[in-house]
Protein backbone atom coordinates (compact mmCIF):
# COMPACT_ATOMS: atom_id res chain seq x y z
CA UNK A 1 0.00 0.00 0.00
CA UNK A 2 2.85 2.46 0.71
CA UNK A 3 4.78 1.25 -2.18
CA UNK A 4 1.62 2.64 -4.16
CA UNK A 5 1.10 5.38 -2.05
CA UNK A 6 5.14 6.67 -3.59
CA UNK A 7 4.56 5.80 -6.89
CA UNK A 8 1.64 7.85 -7.06
CA UNK A 9 3.36 10.69 -5.59
CA UNK A 10 6.28 10.42 -8.05
CA UNK A 11 3.77 10.00 -10.77
CA UNK A 12 2.33 13.57 -9.57
CA UNK A 13 5.55 15.08 -9.11
CA UNK A 14 6.41 14.26 -12.59
CA UNK A 15 3.09 15.59 -14.46
CA UNK A 16 3.53 18.89 -12.25
CA UNK A 17 7.54 19.43 -14.75
CA UNK A 18 5.41 19.32 -17.66
CA UNK A 19 3.07 22.30 -16.46
CA UNK A 20 5.17 24.30 -19.04
CA UNK A 21 3.90 25.33 -22.44
CA UNK A 22 4.98 27.72 -25.42
CA UNK A 23 2.39 30.43 -25.76
CA UNK A 24 4.19 32.43 -28.36
CA UNK A 25 1.37 31.20 -30.99
CA UNK A 26 -2.07 32.41 -31.00
CA UNK A 27 -3.17 29.18 -30.45
CA UNK A 28 -0.99 26.76 -28.89
CA UNK A 29 -2.63 23.87 -29.17
CA UNK A 30 -5.97 25.37 -28.14
CA UNK A 31 -8.97 24.64 -29.73
CA UNK A 32 -10.33 27.90 -29.64
CA UNK A 33 -8.08 31.30 -30.64
CA UNK A 34 -6.54 32.04 -27.52
CA UNK A 35 -7.03 36.11 -26.94
CA UNK A 36 -3.46 38.18 -26.65
CA UNK A 37 -2.61 40.50 -24.27
CA UNK A 38 -0.83 43.79 -26.21
CA UNK A 39 2.57 42.10 -25.56
CA UNK A 40 1.44 39.06 -28.19
CA UNK A 41 1.51 36.45 -25.52
CA UNK A 42 -1.68 34.83 -25.83
CA UNK A 43 -3.87 34.43 -22.16
CA UNK A 44 -5.48 31.55 -20.55
CA UNK A 45 -8.08 31.81 -18.12
CA UNK A 46 -10.28 28.74 -16.56
CA UNK A 47 -12.44 28.86 -19.58
CA UNK A 48 -9.60 28.29 -21.88
CA UNK A 49 -8.19 25.55 -19.53
CA UNK A 50 -11.36 23.51 -19.69
CA UNK A 51 -11.87 23.70 -23.28
CA UNK A 52 -8.08 22.88 -23.78
CA UNK A 53 -8.29 19.58 -21.28
CA UNK A 54 -11.55 18.40 -23.11
CA UNK A 55 -9.88 19.02 -26.54
CA UNK A 56 -7.21 17.13 -25.64
CA UNK A 57 -8.15 14.44 -23.67
CA UNK A 58 -6.39 11.13 -24.21
CA UNK A 59 -3.07 12.46 -23.48
CA UNK A 60 -1.92 14.00 -19.97
CA UNK A 61 -1.44 17.33 -19.10
CA UNK A 62 1.34 18.83 -17.13
CA UNK A 63 0.94 22.54 -16.60
CA UNK A 64 3.70 25.00 -14.60
CA UNK A 65 2.71 28.18 -12.97
CA UNK A 66 5.82 30.08 -12.72
CA UNK A 67 7.22 34.08 -13.11
CA UNK A 68 10.52 35.53 -15.04
CA UNK A 69 11.54 36.95 -11.75
CA UNK A 70 11.27 33.48 -9.74
CA UNK A 71 14.97 32.18 -9.43
CA UNK A 72 13.23 28.31 -8.77
CA UNK A 73 11.15 28.53 -11.75
CA UNK A 74 14.40 29.23 -13.80
CA UNK A 75 15.62 26.01 -12.49
CA UNK A 76 12.21 23.91 -13.05
CA UNK A 77 11.48 25.70 -16.71
CA UNK A 78 14.42 23.64 -18.35
CA UNK A 79 13.15 20.31 -17.04
CA UNK A 80 9.68 21.20 -18.31
CA UNK A 81 11.24 21.90 -21.82
CA UNK A 82 13.31 19.02 -21.68
CA UNK A 83 10.14 17.13 -20.83
CA UNK A 84 8.52 19.00 -23.77
CA UNK A 85 11.52 17.94 -25.66
CA UNK A 86 11.28 13.60 -24.82
CA UNK A 87 7.57 13.64 -24.10
CA UNK A 88 5.75 16.27 -25.90
CA UNK A 89 4.30 13.74 -27.92
CA UNK A 90 2.91 11.43 -25.08
CA UNK A 91 1.66 14.49 -22.77
CA UNK A 92 0.64 18.15 -23.34
CA UNK A 93 2.80 20.44 -21.50
CA UNK A 94 2.40 23.72 -20.77
CA UNK A 95 3.64 27.01 -18.36
CA UNK A 96 1.06 29.39 -17.39
CA UNK A 97 3.30 32.85 -16.54
CA UNK A 98 1.86 35.10 -13.18
CA UNK A 99 3.95 38.15 -14.30
CA UNK A 100 1.97 41.38 -14.36
CA UNK A 101 5.05 42.97 -16.47
CA UNK A 102 4.04 41.58 -19.32
CA UNK A 103 6.55 43.32 -21.71
CA UNK A 104 8.90 41.70 -19.26
CA UNK A 105 7.53 37.90 -20.06
CA UNK A 106 7.33 39.05 -23.73
CA UNK A 107 11.33 39.78 -23.38
CA UNK A 108 12.16 36.59 -21.75
CA UNK A 109 10.31 34.33 -24.25
CA UNK A 110 12.15 36.42 -27.24
CA UNK A 111 15.64 35.64 -25.03
CA UNK A 112 14.36 31.85 -24.05
CA UNK A 113 12.20 30.71 -26.46
CA UNK A 114 10.46 27.46 -25.32
CA UNK A 115 9.15 24.77 -27.32
CA UNK A 116 6.12 24.36 -24.90
CA UNK A 117 3.37 26.41 -25.11
CA UNK A 118 3.48 29.41 -23.00
CA UNK A 119 0.41 31.98 -21.30
CA UNK A 120 0.26 34.68 -19.23
CA UNK A 121 -2.20 33.60 -16.73
CA UNK A 122 -3.94 35.69 -14.13
CA UNK A 123 -5.03 35.87 -9.93
CA UNK A 124 -7.73 33.47 -10.98
CA UNK A 125 -6.10 30.72 -12.51
CA UNK A 126 -3.49 30.91 -10.09
CA UNK A 127 -6.36 30.62 -6.85
CA UNK A 128 -8.61 27.98 -8.51
CA UNK A 129 -5.18 25.87 -8.13
CA UNK A 130 -4.70 26.82 -5.11
CA UNK A 131 -1.01 28.28 -6.49
CA UNK A 132 0.55 29.89 -3.09
CA UNK A 133 4.18 29.24 -4.02
CA UNK A 134 5.79 29.45 -7.57
CA UNK A 135 6.85 27.35 -9.30
CA UNK A 136 3.56 24.94 -8.87
CA UNK A 137 3.40 22.37 -10.82
CA UNK A 138 -0.23 20.57 -11.97
CA UNK A 139 -0.68 17.24 -13.64
CA UNK A 140 -4.15 15.96 -15.22
CA UNK A 141 -4.81 12.29 -16.27
CA UNK A 142 -5.72 11.61 -19.68
CA UNK A 143 -9.17 12.57 -18.71
CA UNK A 144 -8.38 16.23 -17.75
CA UNK A 145 -8.96 15.37 -14.05
CA UNK A 146 -6.71 17.12 -11.69
CA UNK A 147 -4.49 14.55 -10.41
CA UNK A 148 -1.57 16.77 -8.66
CA UNK A 149 -0.79 19.69 -7.53
CA UNK A 150 2.33 20.99 -5.52
CA UNK A 151 4.95 24.04 -5.52
CA UNK A 152 8.52 22.68 -6.76
CA UNK A 153 11.07 22.51 -9.42
CA UNK A 154 11.14 18.59 -10.76
CA UNK A 155 13.43 16.62 -12.47
CA UNK A 156 12.83 15.55 -15.84
CA UNK A 157 13.61 12.08 -15.44
CA UNK A 158 10.55 12.18 -12.56
CA UNK A 159 8.93 13.62 -15.42
CA UNK A 160 9.20 11.53 -17.87
CA UNK A 161 8.34 8.36 -15.98
CA UNK A 162 4.80 10.48 -14.32
CA UNK A 163 3.99 10.90 -18.23
CA UNK A 164 4.68 7.17 -18.96
CA UNK A 165 2.83 5.86 -15.99
CA UNK A 166 0.02 8.24 -16.68
CA UNK A 167 -0.06 6.41 -20.42
CA UNK A 168 0.01 2.79 -19.07
CA UNK A 169 -3.58 3.54 -18.05
Known amino acids: MNRMRLTGVALLLALLL ?8 STAG ?26 HAGKPTLLIFWATWCPSCKQALPEMEGLAGSRGDKA ?11 GQLKAYL ?8 VFSGGRAMAERFGVEAIPTLVIFDKLGNQIFGKPGAFPQAMLEKVVDDLNSK
Open 18 to 25: MACSDGRE
Open 30 to 55: NPQATPKAASGVPTLDSAGLDAYLKA
Open 92 to 102: NIMAVSLDEDL
Open 110 to 117: DQHPMKMA
